[in-house]
């Protein structure tokens, strides 16, 4: 007979180190224990089933029972609750949630893979029945059915984050009048400010009511009611606030707590009891960027956390590399994906950096399917070391993610990035791909080539009236402009250098920022000394000034958006 091998939880993390134990040892005795009705489902597929995408919600079922015996001679037991460890005796508690029956199996070796649970705040109302959770297959079936079967047009997501866009958006397609509540200023916590904004004018566009800067206070009969005393009609709410680690078996055994709440682990994923190991959303990792810990509930780290547990149980070495965090979500038509940090991250962790925003073509541009992509790239200064990047479009961005991600794990720098050999042929890229540019770019403001501003500043540079150059040319400029720009064709610019002045800051943008780059760099030739290239130009300004010049119905700063 082999080892015991006993597994609290399946999913990503509990049914990986499940497999991988079998693939190294066939005489192993291996028991998995899932509380719910199914143990190895496809989780980050659950919001799909909304509308209809996932027609069946059997189908986001990937494993049951039988073909674990089967396959892999894995004893996965489900509706199966571990409600006590007993570390002395090496032995768990287990109640079937069916049969109610109690027992205790022994083992060798115990993995914790619990998961995290949705966070329900106690607020009034949160309790009664036509509020509901996202956390596996039952509960996206419940909610299924429910809107479905009831008298349900109005439904309200609480929470802005994955699952709580995704959910938005799948009952949207669905047909239903959907309101997303975001406590902070903006949805999609891994995104900056200014490139989410090309997220929440998608979501307002596509029908979704999007508020901002306030909170649920309460849930009554046919609306909730916010912080700010604003009702929103609503027969049905989805609570996607967040997740927050299962740790109440692991406390109550005595295991230790990282300071951010999740189980504690070593870099081989063992607590402070070496028979005990965790991986998945339960435990706290090692962010390689920062430093410092952090808790990631993303599949893939699961997966590679559960393969590097097995491994060191029977003696294999592995590589702690960390985490970055990379991830990716699709918006209607919009494609969203970043890694690694963002500058809220950079500034938490006291990180000098800088950044390059760029918006160019994600194709050629005679291609039908070029779009334009917005892409932001941050580095350390004054190392160059790559820190992150985001990227918001309708092409290829989590394949411009991984080459950042790949970039990151190999301590790149934006020269390395800018010598990167990358595929191309014009239905699928540039030439000179996005990150290239993005590394161009970057060198260059490392380097002190020339100055940029960003769209964040803009709005407050045209209430100071502060002197702007539009080098579009003048059937772009009458087509929506800056209010007090002075529009200035790139073509022309040489011949009217009188126009601009050399004794105060001169703004220059274009459409995206190439064509004011180079007018730029023309001026500082001509010896001008304090010229800025706006990041993100028109484009950018007119993406980062509409979502709140829509919702809170101030004074625009520009005479019409360029959104294409």
Known sequence: ???RFLIV??????????????????TAIIIMFER?????????ALPYHLSGIVEKSEDLVLMNPGKFKEQYNIDARVNSEVVKINREEKKITVKNSVTEEVYEERYDKLILSPGANPIVPSLEGTDRNHVFTVRNVEDISKLNNYVQHREVMDIAVIGGGFIGVEVAENLRLAGYNVSIVEFSN?????????????????MID???????NDGLSKVKEGFIELNSGRKVEAQAVVMAIGVRPETTLAKDAGLEIGELGGIKVDHNYQTNDKDIYAVGDAIEVYNRLTRKATKLALAGPAQRQARAAADHMYGKNHRHNGVIGSSCVQVFHQNAASTGLNEKAA?????????????????????????PMHFKLLYEYPTGKILGAQAIGKGNVDKRMDVIASMITMGATVEDLKELELCYSPIFSTAKDVVNLAALVASNLLYGEYKQVPVTKIRELVENNAYIVDVREPSEFEMGHLNNAVNIPLSELRQRLNEIPIDQPVYVHCRTGQRSYN???????????????????????SIYEYFNDQTTNRKKILTNYNFA
Do not use: H, W
């Open 1 to 3: 007979m082999g080892n």
């Open 9 to 26: 939880g399946g999913v990503a993390g509990g049914a990986s180190v499940a497999a991988r134990i079998r693939r190294l040892d066939e």
């Open 36 to 44: 719910g009705r199914n143990v190895s489902f496809s989780n980050c």
């Open 186 to 202: 903006q949805i999609m916590a891994p995104f900056d400010y200014d490139i989410v904004q090309v997220l929440q004018k998608e």
């Open 206 to 212: 596509n029908g979704i009511n999007l508020i901002v």
């Open 347 to 371: 500034q938490m962790a006291e990180i000098n950096y800088d950044f390059a925003y760029i918006i160019p073509g994600d194709k050629v541009g005679l291609m039908p399917s070029s779009n």
């Open 519 to 541: 007018a730029v760099m023309a001026l500082q030739n001509l010896g001008y000394t304090n010229v800025y290239n706006v990041a993100g130009s028109f484009l950018g300004v």
